[in-house]
């Protein structure tokens, strides 16, 4: 007993050296080659960074690090530029959507609308939540019908994801006046239309929250990764909470709930350091990017002979466009796939949206997945859902026809920030070769 350093004796362990950083400067110079630097200037790179050496070593966790945190950081510089008090750095847009919809209390017996254009996660997060997809039409604007937003509203309803498709803003006046009406959540998915505005206001910031996503193929990347946007402080509580394990951060993270739904299991979202330090480069240059995308899509846009049976789609606010991509519809499906075909051949970055025998999981009709009802397990949960009371939806691959229609007759052009003024006027005029070819000279349509 006498021995016991407790009680006065010699200490077991007498120290412990210092132990090595966890991660030192091999790792940058990992990353050095992501950036396909050359040898000699790695060499150059490694020679400096050795004299850095002693150097205190990153702490890639967003939390605990001593150093302001770059997650921390993007998070903040995104709430500034979208002026919103509360922003949240998750991995994906799929883990935004899911926290956003249980932190809106989506969840068993809940029925949640979504455009039958958008890419597959905004429905599937929907299932991941426990919630029944209910899939509506798009408009002219290829974004959530209002009208038909309206049809499907059953006394299910809890929420609508809105999706600004392609870059282009949903019509939030008319969206918001229906969830209004009804007492629905709205979710904005805007991981197509990072930085675009409706009427002068960011989008993500009209419904209850907004998901942005910052994978590689999105307008700013991180490779992967997310971010949720809200001006709710309960939704932002909430949703921190299921990103991260519910660790439970509060104004008191060891605290006693303070109302119910404030303590709850949750999944583990969280975004690294690599991530934010990444992402907070890039949303250095998006407002950069808008802008030249946008002039050059205006340059394009009005060089387009009008022709009968050439119609662009419908702009909710063509200045809020983040103008990633120009869209025009076709009378027909054949003249449609002969045009871009055509367009190809003139070295117009043209393709199709919608073709019947090709896959593609950003149009509802292939998401078999949900119209078959598939679920992870066989007891088929959320579709056997004992809270759910009612009929469940009916889904088929025609039970939007019009979006299909829509989609079978797009032209869409993408549109670079990097384009020439001499390039944007050479996209015109083999956009006009081919749109006179086939659909005859210009009309006096106005
Ligand atoms: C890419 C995308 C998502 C999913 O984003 P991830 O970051 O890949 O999870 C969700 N919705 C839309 C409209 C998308 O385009």
Not at 209 to 231: H, M, N, P, Q, V
Not at 237 to 255: E, K, N
Not at 387 to 416: A, K
Request: net charge negative; charged share 25%.
């Amino acid at each position: 007993m006498q021995n016991l350093a407790i009680n006065g004796g010699p200490k077991a362990v007498k120290s412990l050296g210092p132990s090595q950083p966890k991660v030192g400067i091999e790792e940058i110079l990992e990353l050095l080659d992501l950036w396909h630097i050359s040898p000699e200037a790695k060499r150059k790179i490694e020679e400096t960074l050795q004299v850095e050496k002693g150097n205190k070593a990153p702490h890639l966790f967003r939390y605990y690090g001593t150093t302001p945190s770059k997650v921390r950081q993007l998070e903040e510089e995104f709430a500034r530029l979208m002026d919103v008090p509360y922003a949240l750095g998750v991995n994906s847009c799929t883990s935004a959507l899911i926290a956003a919809l249980v932190a809106c209390g989506v969840g068993p017996g809940c029925e949640v609308i979504v455009p039958g254009y958008t890419f597959f996660a905004s429905a599937a997060a929907v299932v991941v939540a426990k919630a029944i997809p209910v899939i509506a039409e798009v408009d002219d604007s290829l974004t959530l019908d209002p009208n038909d937003f309206e049809n499907k509203i059953t006394d299910r309803t809890k929420a609508v994801v809105p999706v600004h498709m392609r870059g282009m803003c949903c019509d939030m006046d008319a969206i918001m006046e229906i969830a209004n009406k009804y007492n629905l959540k709205v979710i904005e998915d805007v991981a197509q239309a990072c930085g675009g505005s409706f009427k002068g206001k960011r989008l993500g910031t009209f419904g209850d929250a907004g998901c942005f996503s910052l994978d590689f193929y999105k307008i700013i990347t991180s490779g992967e990764g997310g971010l949720i946007i809200t001006r709710d402080e309960w939704i932002y509580i909430r949703a921190q909470s299921y990103h991260d394990t519910a660790a439970c951060w509060r104004p008191d993270r060891f605290g006693r709930e303070r109302m119910p739904g404030e303590l709850f299991a949750g999944e583990n979202y969280r975004m690294s350091e690599l991530q934010g330090a990444v992402a907070l480069a890039q949303l250095r240059r998006l407002d950069a990017l808008l802008t030249k995308m946008r002039s050059n899509k205006n340059r394009i846009k009005a060089g387009i002979h009008k022709i009968n049976g050439l119609e662009f789609r419908k702009a909710p606010d063509a200045e809020g466009d983040t103008a990633i991509c120009l869209v025009m519809y076709l009378p027909d499906v054949e003249t449609t796939k002969k045009a871009i075909k055509a367009m190809q051949a003139e070295g117009v970055p043209a393709g199709g949206i919608y073709d019947a025998t090709v896959r593609d999981w950003h149009i509802y009709s292939n998401w078999e997945h949900i119209l078959e009802k598939k679920t992870a397990t066989n007891d088929g949960c959320p579709y056997s859902c004992p809270y759910y009371e009612g009929s469940l939806p009916t889904y088929s691959v025609d039970m939007c026809p019009h979006t299909l229609d829509l989609l079978s007759r797009s032209v869409h052009i993408d549109i670079s920030p990097d384009y020439t003024p001499q390039e944007c006027d050479a996209i015109v005029e083999g956009i006009n070769k081919v749109v006179q070819a086939y659909l005859g000279s210009p009309s006096t349509k106005n």
